[in-house]
């Protein structure tokens, strides 16, 4: 037992040393801090202080606050350039080794075998030594995954910080315990900070910013990526993970700071989970934290809450339309005939689309975005944060609740409120619609806005307009903001004209607004090309990329022209797109599979293969589903019974792109072409899905309708599904897969038809 508090300080480290008694000459007083010197030296191995300096303070973190009262005058230090604080010797000694093992990777323990980890530290109540348990507790497995984490870390890998996150979610609640009361503190926020979903969503989502239709999911076999709600499986893994941290830090003592619950909102809103949201923010409210809110964490709430980030809603513009039918009652009256044609319509659109954007918690179909159609919640936010707070406004913040807004029709508070008072703009309110020969036109004041318009509030009129019919509206504005302060139209913001435009040009949602007598809400045919031709002309020049050629092919195709001219261009100036994207897939094989044969695989690596992969079958089916359209309706005269000569030569074109068999109309049947040279896609019925629609009758009464739709998995070369591991290292396997290099669907065991069938089994 050491009986003094003598410190000496040496490269950083603190060395106890014993008192001697009074009367010690002064040479044996220097024999001993030259023999401590020389120990020290002798025995420290080499350490990185990269992550070391945590690990010192969460050791030394209760000897901090003790008092020098039994400091005497006549001790002497090895040095005076910095405060002495009371470390034991053996205290130091540990963190030293722990810091060592951490770099060299030898086992805890494997040196001194019969060494007690216990040491002799002062707490700070007295001077009174009392033991204390090891750091790392007696299970170093706990330790590894963690150990692995911080590496990744360090490296900054991603993938691998996800790869370590699954291990640690293995772990028992007793290691999983010892290890949060052991690393430091500041270790778990890094570990949230790394798994931020926005930085997953760059470095780890294989999907990319690509949104994923129902016939994508069952046509390239996305189950392992997409869950049956139309949702990443990536964001839910990782919120279920990001909780057993959260709820063993609060086990431990530890309160949240403000940086992890932005990353556990955020998580929550890629996972479209509103009621999670809401739960992180009362937890927040609850505690310490409350007075610490600002204006950059309402702002990922109110995003969270109301999904107004594209990632939250997974990139689906169609479930974050705005209806006739969500619009009923709140800003107009529709009548009864048409509440039930709009109910039929919405059944017809939900029997074809499985379970994608409902919401998970409500036993029946319920929209997900039926939870944000109210008016209520959005307001009383952009009260409680204008008027009860102190902290600035910003423009995030602003056009989150624009967008929020959005979602309830409010586009008369968004321009009164918003646009108007903050950035000087205002706008047509379109309840009550103005007569059809009146032209809708913006009005500006003179006077400077208060908050300096941008690219973010630049797509948040576009999504905010757009969503709900005013398309018009949107294009003027963004028009306005790039011309008035000079701000370039991004690649995105043209994309998202195009996309708004187009749904809300075609069906069902032209259907919607027919059946309200919302006329002005429907764009024009043209208007596709009109906003194409303005982006790639001067001034602004875009170079179109593939998902602008998706949208202006498709709206050509649906015109039902006679002359195919103007569609077949655009297909070929598409389709050299999806050939250099083959070649980029190619160069990402290669590299791929060199560095899994080598046996370390970065994960910057496996993201590129995975992104150039999605995305050259992503392009792949798209033309393919032109190459559908077209098909469908290609001229033909009802009088003669010649078929349209231009299929033959469109086929032999167009070959790699069509299923086998390929069938299209004439005049006197269905012609079915097959080719034995192409292959021929499996289809694996793996399950169904059962789903209850409620919906009103000619009384006026709520029944209840039910939808049975079958889960199919199609196999073929261009699927998506995983590879088998055995087969990876082969890059020709991988740029020209056969059905047995994937993972063969899980099918669903078939439920009884009847309690006797039951019986049988």
């Known amino acids: 037992m050491l009986s003094a508090s003598s410190v000496a300080e040496s490269r950083g480290c603190h060395i106890l040393l014993q008192r001697a008694p009074k009367g010690t000459p002064s040479s044996i007083l220097t024999l001993r801090l030259r023999r401590c010197f020389h120990q020290q030296k002798a025995s420290r191995s ?15 973190r209760h000897a901090r606050h003790l008092s020098n009262s039994d400091t005497t005058s006549g001790v002497r230090y090895a040095t005076t350039q910095s405060t002495p604080s009371l470390v034991s010797y053996d205290a130091v000694a540990h963190v030293q080794s722990l810091l060592a093992h951490l770099d060299t990777g030898i086992p805890r323990g494997a040196e001194h075998p019969g060494r007690s980890h216990a040491s002799n530290t002062p707490t700070g109540h007295g001077p009174n030594l009392e033991p204390i348990p090891a750091p790392y507790g007696t299970n170093t497995r706990a330790v590894d995954p963690f150990r692995g984490a911080l590496v990744a870390m360090r490296e900054g890998d991603t993938r691998r910080v996800l790869t370590q996150l699954h291990v640690i979610e293995k772990m028992s ?62 964001y839910t893994q990782l919120m279920h993970r990001l909780l057993i941290l959260m709820s063993a830090l609060q086990v431990a003592g530890y309160t949240l700071h403000l940086e992890e619950y932005t990353s556990l909102i955020r998580c929550a809103g890629a996972c479209s989970d509103i009621s999670g949201a809401g739960a992180l923010w009362n937890n927040l409210s609850t505690g310490p934290l409350l007075k610490w809110r600002n204006s950059a964490l309402y702002t990922e709430y109110i995003k969270a809450r109301f999904l107004t980030e594209p990632l939250y809603t997974n990139y689906q ?40 954007g409902l919401n998970k ?44 807004l959005g979602r309830a029709g409010s586009l008369r508070f968004v321009g009164e409120q918003i646009l108007q008072i903050f950035f000087g703009i205002r706008t047509p309110h379109p309840f009550p619609l103005e007569p ?24 948040a009129i576009v999504e905010t307009y757009a969503s709900n019919g005013e398309v018009g509206v949107a294009v003027q504005l963004v028009e306005y903001l790039s011309n008035t302060y000079n701000i370039p139209i991004p690649r995105d913001v043209w994309q998202e004209l195009l ?91 290669f590299e791929y ?37 077209l098909l469908k309706r290609l001229p033909f005269s009802k009088v003669s019974p010649i078929p349209n000569p231009l299929a033959p030569h469109f086929i032999e074109e167009f070959r790699p792109f069509l299923k086998n068999p390929v069938e299209y109309l004439t005049p006197t049947g269905c012609v079915s072409l097959v080719d034995p040279a192409i292959e021929t896609f499996k289809r694996i019925t793996i399950g169904s ?31 998506l599904a995983k590879f088998k591991a055995s087969l990876v290292k082969y890059p020709l396997t991988l740029i020209a897969p056969h059905r047995d290099a994937f993972v063969a669907p899980v099918v669903e065991p078939r439920q009884a038809d009847g309690p006797y069938e039951e019986e049988a089994r």
Request: a positive charge; glycine letters at 2%; hydrophobic letters at 40%.
């Open 317 to 356: 513009k169609i479930t974050r339309m705005v209806t006739p039918r969500n619009l009923h009652r709140s800003r107009l009256t529709l009548s009864a005939p048409a509440v039930q044609r709009l109910d039929r319509l919405r059944a017809k659109v939900r029997s074809k689309r499985f379970r994608f």
């Open 436 to 459: 059809e020969n009146e032209l809708r036109s913006l009005s500006f004041s003179s006077e400077p806005p208060r908050i300096r318009p941008s690219v973010h509030l630049m797509r």
């Open 46 to 60: 080499p350490i990185s202080y990269s992550s070391p300096i945590y690990s010192l303070r969460s050791i030394c």
């Open 361 to 404: 918690d409500s036993p029946h179909v319920e929209e997900l975005m039926r939870l944000l159609r109210g008016h209520g919640p959005a307001l009383r936010l952009f009260r409680t944060v204008l008027a009860y707070h102190s902290f600035r406004v910003d423009e995030r913040l602003l056009c989150a609740l624009m967008i929020a």
């Open 593 to 629: 599979t060199l560095y899994v044969r080598s046996g370390k695989t970065p994960g910057a690596i496996v993201n590129r293969f995975e992104l150039a992969r999605h995305k050259k079958q992503r392009m792949w089916y798209d033309i393919s589903t032109w190459c559908r359209m």
């Open 499 to 589: 996309e708004w435009t187009y749904l809300m040009s075609t069906p069902p949602a032209s259907t919607a607004w027919e059946e309200a007598k919302l006329y002005a809400k429907i764009p024009s045919p043209e208007a596709i090309e009109m906003i194409w031709n303005a982006m790639i002309s001067p001034p602004y020049n875009q170079t179109p990329t593939f998902e602008n050629y998706d949208i202006l092919i498709r709206s050509l195709i649906g015109r039902r022209n006679d002359d195919l001219a103007p569609v077949l261009s655009r297909m070929r100036e598409a389709i050299l797109l999806y050939d250099e994207q083959c070649r980029r897939y190619e160069e990402a094989v």
């Open 173 to 234: 609640q007793e290691d999983l315990q010892n290890a949060v009361a052991s690393i430091p503190r500041t270790t778990f926020t890094e570990f949230f900070r790394a798994l931020d979903p926005l930085r997953v969503a760059r470095d780890c989502d294989p999907a990319g910013h690509s949104h994923i239709p129902v016939g994508m999911y069952q046509m390239l076999n996305m189950a392992s990526i997409v869950d049956e709600y139309g949702i990443r499986r990536l």
């Open 689 to 719: 899905i059962e789903q209850t629609v409620p919906m009103k009758n000619s009384r006026g009464k709520w029944t209840v309708k039910k939808l049975q739709q079958k889960k199919l998995a199609i196999l073929s070369s261009h699927s």
